[in-house]
Every structure is written in structure tokens, then in C-alpha cells.
């Protein structure tokens, strides 16, 4: 017996991927762990998975049919790479490798160069979902060769989530794409995430609903346009009741966030690029203050009073709903402009429509919305920004004054909403006729001789600011 698809690493994700890939027609499974009792547990509670077990690397090599196609998921950094050598010594041109971990994108670029120099397919791809997605379906964003691709991409789709009729996997781009993209879906997800704690935050403390109205609130919200993932769950969680106490369980949570790292490489990332991804970044430094307890302690016994909650009127609750739906807008257009420059620089053809797609099903940024991004993109392939799609202008205004009604209310009231109000920043600046730019380009110019354009005539200019002041022509004109 031979298997036509391996996977390396059974903790949760590799044994709930290893499950969903044997339940589907025509797969045959083969299964290895470093070590070995894992595997044993994994063929003992799952017999009617029909693994192929083995108990080491080479055994596990020789059950795998030709070309050789295994999926390594394990922890990322340096346990992935012993594994992919392991597989590379004795795999042989034309065999496939493919790392479904949280790689960094620019290992996945480093490890695809090295393998395709030895012969060898690396296949860096995204999957997300977590255990859940992994054993019934996730979304799944696969980098490298169109050549690995036409081998994997059956099995790919024979067990990613569908969404509408259509698998949630399409081949991103080449080398790193999928991995990048991946960081960006986390980065989004922050976002997110940020978004919905905010607008929970707010209506709870100014607001002044009890957390059973919001369990109300976000299910009504996610049977609209807020439709989603994310939404789903934080109606659940804040329904959840602690067993001890008898308190919502969201009372006595530690209020820390913590975070694996994906936010801060999407950050990164884009500011080397030159984007700004505000609503994820915001979303970053959000967990960071939180993880900051010394910190938070000094600074609440310094402060002897808080600003009194302002009147908030009736219609807040959709306000709030208006600033949540407006917001996230501005956190996936930055995100999709992320993408979009990321491509740029490494050379991915990115089809940011099909992207939207894989997104509907399957992952954690999964939402109704997402249909509407299909739309933009199948409409104007070459967006400027999600923002000036007509659905999404629209969206945007006609809910721009409860949106700045909100940022208006959290500000005098002391409640910080800097997803909310970061992105109505940055919209509010690409809406602007002119910007404060063309003052910082002053200072530039009187500190560093940085040198400035002019609204009125073409080339380069410098004020002489330590001489006469007078304005000097720094390249000529191209009249
Ligand atoms: P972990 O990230 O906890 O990794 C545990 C696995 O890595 C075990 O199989 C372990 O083998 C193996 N391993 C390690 Br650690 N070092 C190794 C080495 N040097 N050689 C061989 N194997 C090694 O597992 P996970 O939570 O299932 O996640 C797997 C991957 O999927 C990670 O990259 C993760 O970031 C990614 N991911 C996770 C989620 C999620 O929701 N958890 C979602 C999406 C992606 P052992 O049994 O011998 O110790």
C-alpha cells in the first residue's frame, strides 16, 4: 500500500489535517511524528482513518507514491527547517514539500530557492482556521511552483472549506505568496478583532448595556452586513457564563492580549513598504498597552478623575454598528493595499479577487463582507482602494456621521477607540483637499535642505532659510 500525501508533525493541526485529508475519496494517508507515541495515539483513537504509519523518516519516505507529496506541520523556524532537510535528503526531483505552518514569508522565499536549486517543489502555503478548520475544512493560501501546484491543488481542494460551491484554495503566487498573504489575513484578523472589542467596550461603558443586551446585539449584527466569523463568536463568548463565580466569563478574563507575532511581521512589513496598515497596526500596539500592567497601575494612581460618559443618543447602538462596519472597511482596503505592494516587490501575480474568495469559508476573517470584495474586484481588477468601490464609498458614507458621533463620544469619555478613530484618520486624510504634508515638507526643507515641489510649477525647490530666505530652483524646471 501507498499513500499519495504525507503529513509530518501530528499535534493538533497535523493530526486534524492528517483526519480531514483520509476522509476525503481517494486519499491515502501517510503519517509521521518525531516522535513516535503521538503517532500511536493518533492510529489508535482515528483506526478508521486507514493511516500508514510509520516510525521513521525513511520508512515514512518509501510509503509515499510518486512524486512524493508531503505536508509538514510543525512548529515553525527551526523545527521546520530540520524536517524539510530530513524530506530533502532523501526525496528526488520533481517531489513535493510543503510547509503548512506559520512561516515567516521570507524563509518560505529562502527554503523555495534552496529546494528548487536541489530539484525538489517547496510549497509554502497558508492554512487557516485553526484545529477546527484543519479537520473540517479550512482556508488555505498555497505559494510556489504553477508545476507543484497541478499536483497538490486536487488535494488541496478535496479538503479546504467551500464557500458558494467553490473550494477555499486557488494557487496565490509563486515561492512566498501564500505564507505573505497569510500575514496579512492575521494582520486583518487583529484588526478585526480590535474593531469588535471596541465596539463591545463602548457600548458597555458608555453605552450602558449589560453584557446579556450585547450577546443580543452582536447576533442581531451577524445577521447583517457585519455577518461573520468573528462576530459569531464574540456573541458566544460573551454569553459564556464562569462556572466559579457566576459572572460573565469576559469579567473575569485577565485583560492582557497576548499574540503569536503574525500582527507585528504584517506590521513590520509594511512599514518597510511604505503602507499604512493603521487599523492593524493600531490593533498591535492595542494588545501591547494592554500587556503592560506596571505601566496601566502607575498611570491609573496618577490620575485622580475620568471623564464623565457625555449623553449618548438613542440611535448609539447602530451608530456603533455604522463606526464597526466603516472601520473594517478602511482595515481590509489597507490590507488589500498591503498585498498589492507585496506582490509589487516580490514579484506575485496576486489575483486579489480569488483571495477574497478563499477568505469566505474556512478561515477566521470569513464574513459575508467578503462577497462584496469579490464584487469590487471582479468589477475594477486595478481598485486604487477598496474604498472608492461604489459599495464600499457608499457604505463608508452613509454612515460617516455616526461614525465620527462615536469617535466624538469615545474621546470625551474617556473610552480609547483607536481602531475607530485611526481609521477615520486615515480617511478623513485621504479625503482631504490638501494635507499638513506640505508643512512637514517646509520643516524638511528649512532643517535638512530635504527641498520641496510646488503646487503652481514643475521641479524642484529650496528656501535659502539660513541666507536671504529667497527660493532657489534645486533641478531645473521641465518646462
Ligand atoms: P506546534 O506548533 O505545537 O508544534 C508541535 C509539532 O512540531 C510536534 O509534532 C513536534 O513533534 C514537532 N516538532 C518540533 Br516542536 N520540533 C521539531 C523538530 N525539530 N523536528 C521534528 N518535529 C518537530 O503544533 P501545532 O499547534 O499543531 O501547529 C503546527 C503548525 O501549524 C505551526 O507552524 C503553527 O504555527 C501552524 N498553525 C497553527 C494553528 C493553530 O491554530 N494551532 C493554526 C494555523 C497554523 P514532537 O511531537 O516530536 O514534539
Redesign the pocket.
Known sequence: RSANIGV????????NLARNLASREGNTVAVY???Y??TEELLTEHPEAGFIASETIDDFVATLAKPRTAII????G???D??IE?LAERFEPGDIIVD????NFNDTIRRERELRERGLNFVGTG?????E??LNG?SIMPGGSAEAWETLGPILKSIAAVAEGEPCVTHVGTDGAGHFVKMVHNGIEYADMQLIAEAYDLLRRVGGLSVEQLVDVFKDWNSGDLESYLIEITAEVLAKKDAETGSPLVDVILDEAGS?GTGVWTVQNALGLGIPVSGIGEAVFARAVSSKPAQRGAVRSTVTSRPKAPEVPDTFVDDVRAALYASKVVAYAQGFDLIVAGAKEYGWDIDLGALAKIWRAGCIIRARFLNRIVDAYATKPDLETLLVDPYFADAVSSGEDAWRRVVGIAAASGVPAPGFSSALAYFDSLAADRLPAALIQGQRDFFGAHTYKRVDKDGTFHTLWSDDRSEIATTPSTH
Open positions: 509530518v508533525g501530528l499535534a493538533v493541526m497535523g493530526s511524528n518525531r516522535t507515541a503521538r506541520m510543525v512548529q515553525a527551526k523545527g521546520t530540520a524536517v530530513q503548512g505552518g506559520n512561516a492554512i487557516s482556521g485553526g484545529e478548520g484543519a479550512p503569536k
